[in-house]
């Protein structure tokens, strides 16, 4: 097994991702590209992500997909599953006072 976090991929065939993933990262320069006040993270990266989630629709085509550190592809993954955690509390119906039942 390779390093890293399986299970996120859904359909993807592992040999088309790994050439893609390597195609990205060399594209980078093999460094960060998250933007901290306008200047890039240009720490070492080991991930690839999403620039837009492809549960938000985004595509696997490699514009959609930038190298980062770890430590940005957790802030990032962190920030995803809060958004989606306030659209869950949204999607919810009122609850009803139990005194008016
Ligand atoms: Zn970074």
Redesign the pocket.
Known sequence: MSGGWAGHRGGYDDAEWHARRRRVLVRDGG????P?AGI????R?SHVDHIVNRAAGGTDDETNLWS??????L?KTSREGNAARHRLREARPPERHPGLL
């Open positions: 460094m960060c590209q998250w901290s890039r993270c240009y720490s990266a980062l550190c770890i430590r940005h592809h802030v």
